[in-house]
């Protein structure tokens, strides 16, 4: 479904006024959200009932957004710091986790082979979007929908200031729950 919309929301960018564009990065940047669910799913195995299979489409999932899924997969369920989910900057929240992701402390063969995977992504995605698209398309197409994505993990992530949210245990770091549980509060 996510890769669905997905495709429906890029279709819709390159043929939309200019004026929709912001619509079709608010309906890329979730769909974008909905990778990052599946591979949740994978990571706890709930995907298929193959693990060399929920590997390999959380692998692919978290590749577009930077992340090895193996480092992401083992600290999905350490929660980001409370003082930087409380403070002010709680839009952070989602660049710390990556940041964790990418450079973690302990290597093994798998994050080795997946980070590979998600450099070599970066290596050859980046220069090959500027040279069709030009770097305006480069934004239009990949930045702008990812900061949309940051935004919806960052405003998910546990415990920012205006949310009130399910227990620890059933959060899994990316702000993404089991069960619809996440209730919103008014500012005031």
């Given amino acids: 479904m996510s890769l669905t919309v997905l495709v429906c929301g890029y279709v819709a960018l390159v043929y939309s006024p200019w004026f929709l564009m912001p619509l079709g990065w608010l309906v890329i940047g979730s769909a974008i959200t909905g990778l990052a669910v599946v591979a949740s799913d994978c990571s706890n195995e709930k995907f298929v009932r193959s693990q060399l299979l929920n590997e390999l489409v959380g692998m692919l999932c978290m590749v577009p957004l930077w992340t090895p899924f193996y480092s992401w997969k083992e600290s999905k369920n350490q929660q980001p710091s409370r003082r930087l989910a409380r403070s002010p900057f709680w839009l952070l929240t989602s660049t710390w986790q990556w940041m964790k992701a990418n450079f973690a402390p302990t290597m093994s063969k798998k994050l080795v082979v997946n980070l590979i995977c998600v450099y070599a992504f970066v290596c050859l995605f980046f220069p090959f979007m500027t040279k069709t698209v030009g770097v305006w398309g480069l934004f239009k197409y990949y930045f702008i929908p990812m900061a949309i994505y940051h935004v919806w993990v960052c405003y998910?992530?546990?415990?920012?200031?205006?949310?009130?949210?399910?227990?620890?245990?059933?959060?899994d770091g990316h702000g993404l729950t089991n069960e619809s549980t996440i209730t919103t509060t008014t500012r005031r």
Avoid: G, W, Y
């Fill in 156 to 171: 998910n992530s546990p415990s920012p200031p205006h949310r009130s949210f399910p227990a620890l245990d059933q959060c």
